[in-house]
């Protein structure tokens, strides 16, 4: 794995020399366009929306759009006035409570690796998040931008967090949720039971992105069969949908499904052990 980032934490008068790695990969199908009679690969092209033509690199400059139609074009000198100074370091501001965060602040997580020298302050930095359990409050320059950061403890590793500032969420509160209804004791206490039921001990590895799955599997069919069409499955009738209209009758059905699908994968397990006995 290769670092994207190399710089320092620092806080107070501390300075762990760190490398910054990817800790997820989007596994996103990647497509070309192409054309149908022989397969050719097709370009885009730059083309103004005023007359149609194709606009040379040399061309093209950079602007923003204040008003429908209005725009004010930015030179690099006009980015250079406003760079903010590359300095490597991870400048953690505050230690807050990681329970007091809402956990839609974060999106994009990335593992600190300790440098030469940096394994001590790295371990004490890392112990001291883990039994506190704060997070970090950062800010970091990656490249040109300037980013809001959480860094956190994880397992053995200290990991870094980029986070939305909290003027780019959107402001949930115009949206129209109901307030003053108030679910039945008897509705509340089925859907306790029914989420009871359906409670498992967390384990990533049980989910998998069935559409990249299936989408890989015609591909490799299509692949076998010289690029040739191929026969359509079956696929299975969608559920018609209805309209709730007791809502305990709904929730009883499905706590009863679902204590029958646990019974059956009890039993399923049960077969397998006394198999492989």
Known sequence: MRAIWKGSISFGLVNIPIALYPATRREELKFRLLRAKDLSPVNYK????????????????KGYEYEKGKYVVLKDEDFQRVDLEATQTVDIQDFVDQQEIDPIFFYKPYYLEPQKGGDKAYVLLHET?????????????????????????????????????AEELADADKLHIPKKLEPGKRELDM???????????????????????????VIEEKVEAGGKEIEEKPKPKPRPSTKVIDLVSVLQESLNKTKKSHHARKSSAATRHRKAA
Request: glycine share 4%.
């Open 46 to 61: 730059r083309v103004a929306e005023k007359d149609g033509k194709e606009v040379p690199w040399d061309d093209i400059v």
């Open 129 to 165: 998040l883990a039994k506190t359990g704060k997070v970090g409050i950062a800010k970091v320059v990656i490249k040109t931008r300037q980013y809001l950061a959480g860094v956190k403890a994880k397992d053995s590793v200290l990991v870094l967090e980029l986070m939305h500032f």
């Open 191 to 217: 859907a306790k039971a029914l989420v009871d039921s359906m409670s498992s001990k967390w384990d990533p590895k049980k989910y998998r992105d069935d559409y990249r799955e299936a989408l890989m599997e």
